[in-house]
């Protein structure tokens, strides 16, 4: 007989739905954490427990694998939601025997080990990225949680230059994310531009509109995923993909483009790189950890110099063995890879199961 799972609680109460890149990250370990013998908890808003629930089943983590529970918490980030979850979390901790919690929205219940989770520096290096409130917030209680957790964990190395010399104390540990979420799929047909969202204010959408434009009158159709939250011009469109079309789409694109001005990660350079896709990117330090030399660069805010990275790869084309470097590059970046990391660090903390334990089959 196998020793039951080790249960750990995941605190998502505040993600909106599945497809922002914290959430994202969260699907896509949970399930390779449970085939390493946990057994996760995800704790979210009651408004978004039904679409994360869809998202891990598809991923093949039913309820036997990993439950969601729904709280009456209000969604996105922010003091109102942090505290009104810090008070509903304790319930779940103690009903299900969760005796570790993943946090990335401090402040935490009291009295148990917990991982902060980390996944940019944007309050501290790009302060004006940030709406006022959320840097407030932002840089007040993440130092002190910090400080408390058990360990800090974070998704890049860049990231992790940054948050060793912001947070020395911290016991860090880099579990970068994955690139191999996304399903196998046929190229969408027509020659266009793809840009990726979510669009927050640090995506750079101002930017990418003003560098397809200078691309002149022969210019490809763009293509925006998500809600750019403005009205497009023509030529440009929006849709909502869901991971089968993003697939199609990242196949099938004549160069993928990714202008932000500031990333802790940014997955959607990882799903054009390991769909082989041509890419256009921001020159900075995360995007460079990532494509290496795989990339057509531009500086931030330099409407002139995305259109010239455009140009040059409409105009030299692409080849398969361009393609697949390009998937090489992204291939050493595997959720399996993250999880594992996660796992021997919990060990090394004291925090995990028994050697002994599942290490597959459900509960």
């Known amino acids: 007989m196998t020793a039951a799972p080790f249960r750990l609680a995941v605190d998502g109460t505040s993600y909106r739905g599945a497809t922002t890149g914290a959430a994202r990250r969260t ?61 509903a979390l304790p319930t779940i ?15 935490v219940p009291g009295g148990i080990p917990f991982l902060l989770t ?35 964990v974070t998704v890049s190395a860049a990231t992790a230059r940054r948050l060793r010399a912001l947070l020395p104390e911290a016991d860090l540990i880099l579990a970068p994310n994955g690139s191999d979420h996304l399903p196998a799929s046929s190229p969408a047909p027509g020659c266009f531009l793809l840009a990726p969202g979510p669009w927050a204010r640090h995506k750079g959408l101002a930017t990418l509109l003003a560098g397809w434009r200078l691309l002149g009158r022969n ?36 160069a993928v483009v990714r202008p932000s001005a500031f990333e802790g990660f940014d997955l959607p350079l990882a799903e054009a790189l390991a769909a082989g896709a041509p890419v256009a990117a921001s020159d900075i330090p995360v995007h460079r950890e990532l494509a290496g030399e795989e990339a057509e660069w ?6 002139e110099g995305l259109a010239t990275a455009l140009d040059r790869i409409l105009t030299t084309g692409d080849d398969p063995a361009a393609r697949l470097r390009r998937r090489r590059r992204a291939a050493r970046f595997r959720w399996a ?17 028994p050697s002994g334990a599942d290490s597959g089959s459900p509960v």
């Open 27 to 87: 699907l896509c370990l949970l399930p390779e954490l449970a085939r390493l013998g946990w057994r996760p908890v995800l704790a979210t808003g009651r408004e978004a427990a039904e679409e994360l629930g869809r998202a891990l089943a598809a991923r093949g983590a039913g309820s036997d694998r990993v439950e969601v529970v729904g709280l009456p918490v209000p969604p996105g980030p922010g003091p109102r939601r942090a505290w009104r979850a810090r008070a």
């Open 93 to 107: 901790l103690r009903d299900r025997g969760c005796a570790l919690l993943l946090t990335e929205t401090p402040p």
């Open 118 to 152: 980390i996944h940019d520096t944007r309050a501290w290096d790009a302060p004006g990225l940030l709406p006022p409130g959320r840097r407030w917030w932002t840089r007040r209680v993440l130092p002190p949680a910090a400080r408390a957790a058990a360990a800090v």
């Open 219 to 254: 210019r490809p159709r763009l293509i925006l995923t998500g809600r750019p939250g403005r009205r497009l011009p023509p030529g440009v469109e929006a849709v909502q993909p869901d991971d089968r079309g993003l697939s199609a789409l990242l196949a099938g694109a004549a």
């Open 298 to 303: 531009f500086q931030p805010g330099d409407d």
């Open 337 to 353: 890879e993250s999880a594992r990391i996660l796992d021997q660090a919990l060990r090394r903390l004291n925090l995990a199961p």
